[in-house]
């Protein structure tokens, strides 16, 4: 029989050596052609000619980036509200129905959301363009006589922004819902609560980890979201992404830098803020792509 | 009672329609005779996919994103499969550095990785240039390499591999003949993801393509930009199947990995 000793040596080197060379290349990989090319371009906020905070300094008074920043905040709360009120719904309808019914809505979506951004917002100008489906349908119907201006307005940017990040609220709310001790509205309902008692009582109350978990995605990623408002919005809907875009068009770097860094540090501040919400994180864990 | 059960029917299926049915009716429009976007569709015909088969340019974008995808998945799930068997055995601040550094891209803003690769890519001369979008699309698509890989290596039996090792295997054979087939559909998962990634991607695109390397959404948005041709709803529509399929996949084999796993 082969001494224990003998077996933990090679057993002990690979456990130790290993991990560091494993990692290496991918760690490596990640600096040179993404880490330092982001940390170099952000710096030319501050180093720009010489080092320097007057970039930052001078956002304060900036009508333009007050009034971008306004908007994408602005745009990135109707939309959280919006996903929020249509997304619980669903969720909530998906942990209630039997399990076929439940894959069905499961597919439904899911379809959107592995459809790229682009041919989402595509098939919104097709919608909402003067000749598009809704006004056809509105003509058609007598409601009015002249095609309405859909595309390239606010109302445009909200609508396909909800239909684009829905699922991130209907993900992690449906899967709280899912792993939600059943009994405990039954018990409810038992002990006499109305249905409205128990859910606004019971079940909303138990799902808000799940909540937190949408409503952080879906503001996170309308904060910085470019392709969806570039393509349905209007002059009024220019948002911070599109003001970085255009500045480094005009190859204004140091400004478009210092607007990066705002968009990021915004980003992790609410990234950071909710993490520490109980339960947060675990729901997080468990939502696919 | 009733009438509030009514209501909250009639929301989530409303909802439901809201989420599926643009997507149904850019599919059904690619399949317009029309020679314009018009509803209804006056007859069904594949002029469009006719017209996209037929454009040399469409068809070469569509070969540049099907290659970077391609060297994209290989990139990926290599690095991204040696990581994430490193990082289940670090510890610590390191193990935190490294997985910050992986997990990044899913949470900067893609506008602001995008400006930041194209600064650093203008100076190395990879604008315009297939090598600069699969190294770009690589850094974008590792974290879900990472993650499905390393949710297989959660639900691994740790004393298989020490079985293997203490019986006199060498740390690759155990590699090959334990760990490996063990993750694969992680890894293959992993590696689905990253074809997606880079296949969808656009923002980085706008800035990386140039003219020498129009990968389809940027050929897509470039179009959209003029005019709202059918071919795009052809476009579109194909690549909905090919992604549907894909995730589709990813998706079933994943559910049937934790089945497995209990």
Known sequence: ?289 | MNIGRFWFTTLWVFVLLFLALPIVIVALLSFSSASYLTFPPPAFGLRWYEAYLGSREWLASTWLSLGVAGCVVVLATTLGTLAALGLTRLRGATRAAVAALIVSPLIVPGIIAAIGIYYAFSRYRLVGTPIGLVLAHTCLAVPFVVTSVSASLAGLDRRLEQAALGLGATPWGTFRQVTLPLISPGVLVGALFAFITSFDELIVALFLSGSGAVTLPRRMWDDLRFEIDPTIAAVSTLTILLTAAILGGAHLMRRRGLFAER
């Open chain 1, 1 to 289: 029989m082969i001494p224990a000793a003998a077996v933990a040596v090679p057993v002990r080197r690979t456990v130790t050596l290993a991990p560091v060379l494993l990692v290496a290349p991918l760690v490596a990989f990640m600096l040179i052609f993404y880490a330092l090319p982001l940390a170099a371009m952000l710096s030319r906020s501050v180093s720009d000619p010489t080092w320097t905070l007057e970039n930052y300094r001078r956002l304060a008074g900036d009508t333009v980036f007050l009034r971008v920043f306004w908007t994408t905040l602005r745009t990135a709360l109707a939309v959280t509200i919006g996903a929020l009120l249509l997304g619980y719904p669903v969720a909530l309808a998906m942990s209630r129905l039997r399990r076929t019914a439940a894959g069905v809505v499961l597919i439904i979506v899911l379809l959107p959301f592995w459809t790229s951004v682009l041919v989402r917002s595509y098939a919104w100008m097709v919608l909402l363009g003067r000749k598009g489906l809704i006004n056809e349908v509105l003509i058609a119907t007598g409601l009015t006589d002249t095609p309405l201006k859909l595309l390239n307005t606010s109302l445009a940017v909200h609508v396909a922004m909800i239909h684009i990040l829905l699922p991130y609220m209907i993900l992690p709310i449906a899967s709280v819902l899912r792993q939600m001790d059943e009994a405990l509205p039954r018990a409810a309902a038992g002990l006499g609560a109305p249905p409205w008692n128990v859910f606004a009582r019971v079940t909303l109350p138990l799902s808000m980890p799940g909540v937190a978990a949408g409503v952080l995605l879906v503001f996170v990623l309308s904060l910085g979201f470019y392709i969806t408002p570039a393509l349905v919005g209007g002059p009024r809907d220019f948002m911070l992404s599109m003001l970085i875009a255009q500045q480094v068009d005009l190859l204004n770097w140091p400004y478009a830098a210092c607007l990066s860094a705002t968009l990021l540090a915004a980003t992790l501040l609410i990234i950071a803020v909710f993490q520490y919400l109980p339960g947060v994180r675990d729901v997080l864990k468990t939502v696919p792509r």
